[in-house]
């Protein structure tokens, strides 16, 4: 996690290379543990390369389906482990087919920015 230097008012935020590094590790295990994980990627900030001190990581997964709520769904994923703080994202295969259909500001974004680790 970012720390605070004790002698100093420097904070030490952890770069792109080292969360996306991370971040892939991390998903290598939980893939393990959401064998309905169709696609996973990473977008804002840490995607478009402006992250700072303070920045989260946007994080979006596709799953083949989920009986949980949309609200629910991340729940289920360790995303503590990761070396910043992260908000992900859980849509199930007909929901992102949806947001494609629509084409929306959100799936434009998506679009634009998103990386993904498959």
Same mark, same amino acid.
């Given at each position: 996690?970012?720390?605070?230097?004790?002698?100093?008012?420097?904070?030490?935020?952890?770069?792109?290379?080292?969360?996306?590094?991370? =971040?892939?590790?991390?998903?290598?295990?939980?893939?393990?543990?959401?064998?309905?994980? =169709?696609?996973? @990627?990473?977008?804002?900030?840490?995607?478009?390369?402006?992250?700072?001190? @303070?920045?989260? =990581?946007d994080?979006?997964?596709?799953?083949?389906?989920?009986?949980?709520?949309?609200?629910?769904?991340?729940? @289920? +994923?360790?995303?503590?482990?990761?070396?910043?703080?992260?908000?992900? =994202?859980?849509?199930?295969?007909?929901? +992102?087919?949806?947001?494609?259909?629509?084409?929306?500001?959100?799936?434009?974004?998506m679009?634009?920015?998103?990386?993904?680790?498959?």
């Amino acid at each position: 996690m970012p720390a605070k230097s004790l002698r100093s008012s420097v904070f030490k935020w952890p770069d792109r290379a080292t969360v996306v590094g991370a =971040l892939r590790a991390w998903l290598a295990a939980e893939r393990h543990r959401h064998p309905g994980l =169709l696609r996973f @990627g990473y977008f804002g900030s840490y995607a478009r390369g402006d992250w700072g001190v @303070g920045s989260d =990581l946007d994080l979006v997964a596709i799953v083949a389906d989920s009986a949980e709520p949309f609200e629910r769904r991340a729940a @289920g +994923w360790h995303t503590e482990e990761l070396p910043v703080p992260a908000e992900l =994202l859980v849509y199930t295969r007909a929901e +992102w087919a949806k947001l494609e259909e629509e084409g929306g500001r959100f799936l434009r974004t998506m679009e634009a920015e998103a990386v993904w680790v498959d």
